[in-house]
């Protein structure tokens, strides 16, 4: 422990010394509105859920498709050439062959809307479950290809080991067996979309641009319930973005956290609120309603808690006047709960408001917010990076089709499930599809027109929210998919490969918990972590 | 500067009043910078208990980097039963043994430690950046979430200073593109006194005009003075016509803003509508308005609702409300007079029977209690009868005097025009009536209340 100079800048009586002023970086910021719903009127719920996978499937199959070709072409076994079929039906037996197709699970433990009205269940929703394999049980799990055509059964050694998970665009190359299944030999999936350039959505020349020592914050699962048990956290946390905890001058000497003022911007990943209140709330009275229901004028005070979003609102307009915040919906805020979740309602924020963007009048596009109140998941540029996060519903979600419970014999937050959260995030990025399992099993709009969770583009950064541990890692578009090779390399920082694409990935925690706030270097790219807690003491301890 | 109070107010506040202080409270409550309020915790600390030990307890935030990764659960193990630290106890929980992922991963902390605690707290780290006083208070915090209190406390207590114009004295890091709209005054937050607050937004024109123009050098910036004042039209200037002549009626119009949302949009209504009639002279009113006004939107996100919270629909939306209201409240009646109609007939029906009285107290009691009776057949389905009503007759009497009579008569009626006579007429001549019946007068809170 070394008394530095630093260590007594503050442990000494006040000075008469003047303090400069200290101003934050500026921050680019250019969201999009991938996932922004039609308003009002404009919004159905009447479609079919179907026609999603058509659309995923017309979109993704010639990509996949031309990653099949050079990878199959003129691949033979025994003589007999494989040959592309073009709809899975028309897949002849005992021809070696290989089609494209979306995958559909079907698992024992999977929520599945015709039982539940079979059974005249349906007035409660299932209960969320770790997994929807049967781990006693798991060859009941059936992989199905599927297109507008039809269905075919998959099965084969290959299948064990490669993780899929309904919505994924995938080709297969194999043959069909007596069974009528197709015996599977290899797969391949779309992989990284096209990757754009650094602010080439801003329209600025990447070289024009002088390096910008900033760093974009993360920071998910907040948990503001609005009681004092509210975590110290917070406030440690308010008072570092705002510059007031650690010293001025040792910001770079290495040892101590980033100097906040070079943080351009908060991602606030969902979770903002404490699920726990609208459990109370519910628990409370038969008639508990969800806390700020859409289209609930007014509340009966007696049932509503007001306290958890007062207390987010102060926290935002604390630090709103320092630092601009990008604040996205989660599964326990006040939002609509299908995917994409929309923005949380600035009237929900009486003093953070102020910073919104005016409310659009009429048709012209206006600027993003000092504050924004954003989707879920969310697409958008800062400091020229592409960002593409969720709060963490899609990875939650994939993973309960993943086998996990078989490599440390418990489905728990050990190690092997962090490390198959960053797998699910990377195949995500490789399937081109950032929810792959709405609307199966994740609450979706119907979407008529074009299927939003289909990544157009690849990220540069993205994110997942609310995951039980921080973990980060880097995937580049040349190298293949590994997801059940012993892949330990993708977790490396180091690089100087700047061609192809490159994807830092990264499970932001939930803050309630660790109180760890995720920092992302603006140039390199390289994260850091800042962690505020208290130091529970012998007093505690007694 | 304030450096000589800081004694007098440390030890008002924690000897005498034994409250925690923390920097960031002496620093706003003295108007000092941050660094400068650290340093008088410290000096304040080291004084007090030279002269007398214990007999201020400090905490410390320390920041740096830790040696072991997982530290919320490495310092636990590092204590056994007794609670009692052992001899090297952070060597153990210093083995990284945790999975690849976080190896290369800067990871720093910042830390809250109390006093008692610090030395111990000081050997998990490997290197420390820094290390404050957080908070002085006259005893050993048992919980440390209370500083969470103190903070609440705090910002309450000093709402009524804006930050954009404080945050520099006391050492904020300052945006330079904070944007901040004018309009709409955000409450008060439901604690904090509302009185001082009122004296802001006079500044607030003044103040976001003068932010967003020196930094037009980003490009983004550009079109943004020029879209501000369009798409809110009204509150700006109303604003900035009157920002001295609004202060009085400000000063009277506090107390409605504090409370939740919903009562300033509640309070909010009348005033709207007065303004139909009185548009030029309410401006001052108006002024204090915005904020209720914009309240009105909290339904789903839709953006139909948000071109209204801005266009001031003031005469267009009070009445619509009305109506939907009576009309919610006539099919309410309706209802209830079906009900009375299945049990029986001979039911009296309660609003026509108690208007009577109320409209002609002085008179001797009408000669007979109306009772009001119905006849009702079903036909074919369809349900027609007869149903007697109080009708309304003024007369003349001997002395001349107007007197209101109210007779029962007949009146027939079929189940398809349900149109209500009956209720209808007790509607203008109680002068009670039911808030609904006033289209437009209705309070709007009437209509949220459940029913």
Redesign the interface.
């Given at each position: 422990?070394?008394g530095?100079a630093?260590?007594n800048?503050?442990?000494?009586?006040?000075?008469?010394?003047e303090?400069d002023?200290?101003?934050?970086a500026?921050?680019?910021y250019?969201p999009l509105d991938t996932f922004r719903l039609p308003?009002?009127?404009d919004?159905h719920y009447q479609q079919q859920y179907g026609d999603m996978y058509f659309l995923r499937l017309a979109k993704l199959k010639p990509a996949v498709e031309e990653i099949a070709v050079e990878a199959w072409e003129g691949f033979s076994i025994a003589g007999e050439h494989a040959r592309r079929v073009e709809r899975v039906l028309d897949v002849r037996q005992g021809e070696l062959c290989w089609v494209a197709g979306t995958i559909y699970m079907d698992m024992p433990l999977k929520p599945n809307i015709l039982e539940d009205l079979t059974k005249e269940n349906y007035t409660l929703a299932p209960p969320p479950r770790p997994t929807y394999q049967d781990p006693s049980n798991p060859d009941l799990t059936q992989i199905m290809l599927e297109d507008e055509s039809g269905r075919l059964r998959l099965t084969g050694s290959m299948l064990r080991t490669a993780q899929l998970c309904t919505g994924a665009i995938i080709a297969v190359l194999g043959t069909e067996n007596s069974n009528g299944d197709f015996e599977v030999i290899d797969t391949k999936v779309p992989d990284l979309a096209r990757q754009p350039r650094r602010w080439e959505r801003d329209g600025v020349d990447a070289a024009q641009k002088e390096p910008s020592k900033g760093k974009i914050a993360f920071v998910s699962g907040l948990g503001v319930t609005g009681t004092?048990?509210?975590?110290?956290a917070?406030?440690?946390l308010t008072?570092?973005?705002?510059?007031?905890?650690?010293?001025?001058s040792?910001g770079n000497?290495g040892?101590?956290?980033?100097d906040?003022?070079t943080i351009t911007r908060l991602v606030i990943a969902g979770n903002s609120l404490g699920a726990s209140m609208t459990v109370d709330a519910n628990a409370d009275n038969g008639a508990g309603k969800k806390k700020a229901g859409?289209?609930k004028?007014?509340?009966?005070a007696s049932a509503y808690n007001?306290s958890p979003i007062?207390r987010l609102d102060?926290f935002l307009?604390?630090i709103?006047?320092?630092?601009?915040i990008t604040l996205m919906a989660g599964q326990s805020d006040p939002?609509?709960f299908s995917l994409p979740q929309?923005?949380i309602?600035r009237?929900m924020f009486?003093?953070?408001?102020?910073?919104?963007a005016?409310?659009?009048?009429g048709e012209e596009k206006?600027?993003p917010?000092?504050f924004d109140s954003v989707t879920n998941p969310w697409e958008g540029d800062v400091e020229g990076w592409r960002l593409w996060g969720s709060s963490g519903q899609n990875v939650d979600d994939a993973l309960r089709y993943l086998n996990l419970a078989d490599e440390e014999g418990n489905v728990g937050d050990g190690?092997g499930d962090?490390?198959a959260r960053?797998r699910v995030m990377e195949a995500m990025l490789r399937w081109r599809c950032g929810v792959p399992t709405a609307p199966d099993t994740l609450w979706s709009y119907p979407f008529q027109t074009h299927d939003p969770f289909v990544m157009e583009s690849c990220p540069h950064i993205f994110f997942a929210g609310n995951q039980p541990r921080?973990?980060?890692?880097v995937i580049e578009g040349d190298s293949p998919l590994k997801l059940n090779g012993a892949d330990?390399e993708m977790?490396?920082?180091?690089d100087d490969n700047t061609s192809g694409s490159r994807v830092r990935l990264i499970s932001i925690p939930k803050f309630e918990e660790?109180?760890e706030l995720v920092l992302v270097d603006t140039e390199t790219l390289e994260?850091?972590?800042?962690?505020?807690?208290?130091?529970?003491?012998?007093?505690e301890?007694? | 500067?304030a450096?000589a109070d800081?004694k007098k107010y440390l030890a008002e506040n924690v000897l005498n009043e034994r409250r925690t202080v923390t920097?960031?409270s002496l620093?706003r409550a003295l108007r000092v910078?941050?660094?400068?309020a650290?340093?008088?915790l410290?000096?304040f600390h080291r004084n007090e208990n030279n002269k007398k030990p214990n007999s201020v307890n400090a905490t410390y935030?320390?920041?740096?980097?830790?040696k072991a990764p997982e530290?919320?659960n490495g310092?636990?193990d590092s204590?056994d039963e007794n609670?009692i630290p052992q001899s090297s106890p952070y060597l153990s929980s210093s083995m990284p043994n945790?999975?690849?992922?976080?190896?290369?991963?800067?990871?720093?902390?910042?830390?809250?430690?109390?006093e008692?605690?610090l030395e111990?707290?000081?050997?998990?780290?490997?290197?420390?950046?820094?290390?404050?006083?957080y908070s002085l208070q006259p005893t050993?915090?048992?919980d440390?979430?209370?500083?969470?209190?103190v903070?609440?406390e705090m910002?309450t207590n000093h709402a009524q200073e804006d930050?954009?114009e404080h945050?520099?004295s006391?050492?904020?890091?300052?945006?330079?593109?904070?944007?901040?709209?004018t309009a709409?005054?955000?409450?008060a937050?439901?604690a904090a006194p509302a009185a001082p607050k009122t004296t802001i937004p006079a500044k607030r024109p003044i103040k976001s005009e003068e932010k967003p123009q020196p930094?037009t050098d980003?490009e983004?910036e550009a079109?943004?003075p020029k879209?501000?004042p369009?798409?809110?039209p009204e509150p700006a200037t109303k604003r900035e016509e009157t920002p001295t002549s609004s202060k009085p009626s400000e000063k009277t119009a506090p107390p409605k803003q504090k409370g939740?949302?919903?009562s300033s949009f509640a309070k909010a209504k009348p005033k709207v509508k007065k303004e139909d009639s009185a548009t030029s002279t309410t401006s001052a009113v108006q002024s204090a308005e915005p904020s209720g006004a914009?309240?009105v939107?909290?339904?789903?996100?839709?953006?139909?609702?948000?071109?209204q919270?801005?266009l001031f629909p003031n005469t267009g939306k009070a009445a619509p409300a009305g109506t939907r209201e009576s009309r919610k409240e006539r099919e309410e009646k309706l209802k209830k007079m079906m009900e009375d109609e299945d049990e029986d007939e001979d039911e009296e029906m309660p609003d026509a029977a108690q208007s009577p009285e109320e409209s002609n107290p002085i008179d001797e009691p009408p000669p007979k209690q109306p009772e009001l009776k119905e006849e009702m057949t079903v036909r074919g389905g369809r349900r027609r009868g007869r149903r007697q009503i109080m009708k309304k007759k003024t007369v003349k009497d001997d002395e001349g005097y107007l007197v209101t009579v109210e007779e029962p008569s007949w009146e027939s009626f079929s189940e398809d025009e349900p149109a209500p006579p009956p209720k209808k007429k007790p509607a203008v001549s109680a002068a009670k009536g039911k808030p609904a019946a006033k289209p437009g007068q209705g309070n709007i809170?009437s209509?949220?209340?459940?029913k």
């Open positions: 422990m070394t530095s630093t260590e800048e503050f442990l000494r009586p006040p000075s008469e010394q303090f002023s200290v101003y934050r500026p921050s680019q250019n308003s009002g009127q919004r004092s048990s509210d975590t110290l917070l406030e440690l008072d570092y973005l705002l510059g007031y905890s650690g010293s001025t040792a000497s040892d101590a956290p980033p906040a003022s859409p289209k004028y007014g509340y009966d007001a007062t102060s307009a604390e709103l006047p320092s630092i601009p939002a609509n929309q923005g309602h009237a009486p003093q953070a408001r102020a910073y919104c005016p409310p659009p009048a206006q600027e917010g000092w190690a962090m490390e960053i921080f973990k980060t890692a330990t977790t490396g920082t180091d660790t109180g994260v850091e972590v800042v962690r505020f807690g208290a130091f529970a003491g012998q007093q301890k007694q | 500067m450096v800081y920097y960031r620093s910078h941050s660094t400068l650290k340093q008088m410290y000096d935030l320390l920041t740096g980097i830790q530290t919320t310092y636990q204590f609670g945790q999975d690849a992922g976080a190896d290369d991963i800067a990871v720093s902390s910042i830390l809250l430690v109390r008692d605690d111990d707290a000081k050997a998990t780290f490997e290197s420390i950046a820094s290390i404050h006083v050993v915090l048992q440390l979430n209370v500083l969470t209190d903070h609440g910002v930050p954009l945050g520099k006391w050492g904020m890091i300052q945006g330079k593109n904070v944007r901040r709209r709409g005054r955000p409450p937050p439901a930094k980003t983004e079109p943004k879209t501000e369009k798409s809110q939740s949302i919903f914009e309240d939107v909290l339904g789903d996100a839709s953006d139909d609702d948000e071109e919270e801005e809170m209509f949220f209340s459940k």
